[in-house]
């Protein structure tokens, strides 16, 4: 039997009503939770005060709620399909021989679609948010601004000491290390004085300076001089520059294969944001298996108290365990263990295939 129209609407509607009510309610208590511990972390730094630290909060939470998205799936699933079966309307739509995939297709379309719009819409937005949230934090909770920038004509490095400051330029950074050719250096007295110019054809980072080959010196109202070798002190390590990069989730989904190249470019490894970008691709997907696990233990929940209890936490936990596998293929993929692609679907297609196995067993039972 074919599922009307009329029918489609009300079962959407049902799922849209509890998915609303289940993300704003996680997204209420991750701003919670999260404004306490910014706070936290804010204490004894008289600069951040609460001001900021609720502006942080609010620009964090649209990134925050990303993650919030596949349980609010989850929840808001599972709270509709077990009212849906309570009131007996579940067994009058199967009894009218509609099956249960045929009444999951409009939740399945609604989810496939909220999670296009998370991916297309929502990431650019919260990337923004979230790369403002690190400004902030850099300047008020950890001390100091980003170190490093990426563009199509290299890496952009900056230093800083109690006598002034420098900016580094290279062409690429050689993968086996931290070396980089066709550097230039200008070196700055306070905050805005020029006082040196270096060009150098390769520079290695060692341990508190830079070993600069085949330079050419240059000084306001000096001629140029070569050196063969020269040093540059600095406080910079191999794990403050790492550091330094875009966090993945600050860069929008648009703009990631774009960024990755430049990355690759300048001689640095861009599996993290490969992985990331792939992660995002493989969502919508990855919601429609939540509405899968949903309806797969609402439907096969008995009345009595008992059972309920336990069908929904089964439910919860398989959500958690999802999440944990997702974690584990994640780091899996960013050590380069398995390729990066099937290690940012696996989680999605795996889960897709357990929701479908249950349903068809709760379907044949």
Not at 258 to 271: M, N
Not at 285 to 312: D, Q
């Amino acid at each position: 039997m074919r599922l009307s129209t009329t029918l489609s609407r009300y079962i959407g509607r049902q799922f849209l009503v509890w998915f609303a009510i289940a993300f704003g309610g996680l997204v209420g208590l991750i701003l919670l939770l999260d404004t306490v511990e910014l706070m936290r972390r804010a204490s004894g730094k008289p600069d951040a005060t609460l001001d900021i630290v609720m502006s942080m909060a609010l620009l964090k939470l649209p990134n925050m709620a990303q993650e919030a998205v596949p349980f609010a799936v989850l929840f808001g699933g599972m709270a509709a399909f077990w009212r849906l079966a309570r009131s007996s309307e579940i067994v009058v739509v199967r009894s009218a021989g509609v099956s249960a995939l045929q009444f999951l297709l409009p939740v399945l379309l609604i989810a496939f679609t909220i999670g296009v719009f998370k991916v297309a819409v929502f990431n650019p937005f919260a990337s923004v948010t979230l790369s403002r949230f690190e400004q902030i934090e850099g300047k008020y909770l950890r001390g100091r601004s980003s170190l490093l920038a990426v563009s199509s004509s290299g890496i952009w490095l900056r230093q800083a000491d109690d006598f002034g400051q420098a900016v580094v330029h290279a062409r690429e950074v050689s993968p086996q290390g931290m070396e980089m050719r066709d550097v230039i250096i200008l070196m700055y007295e306070g905050e805005d004085r020029f006082v040196q110019r270096i060009d150098a054809a390769s520079a290695l980072l060692e341990d508190g300076y830079w070993l600069l080959r085949d330079c050419w010196i240059t000084s306001p109202e000096q001629p140029a001089r070569y050196e063969p070798e020269y040093t540059v002190k600095t406080d910079l390590t191999v794990l403050k520059i790492q550091d330094s990069f875009a966090t993945p989730a600050s860069i929008s989904f648009w703009d990631l294969p774009a960024f990755i190249k430049t990355l690759e470019k300048a001689g640095f490894s861009g599996l993290r944001h490969r992985l990331y970008w792939h992660s995002l691709l493989s969502d919508p997907f990855l919601l429609c298996a939540m509405v899968l696990f949903s309806a797969g233990f609402a439907l096969r929940a008995a009345p009595r108290r008992t059972a309920v209890v336990w069908t929904m936490g089964g439910g919860v936990l398989t959500g958690f365990l999802l999440y944990f596998l997702s974690d584990v293929v994640a780091a899996l993929g960013q050590s380069a263990t398995v390729p990066v692609a099937l290690a940012a679907w696996t989680p999605a297609v795996a889960a897709v295939l357990v929701g479908s196995a249950l349903l068809i067993h709760v379907e044949e039972g």
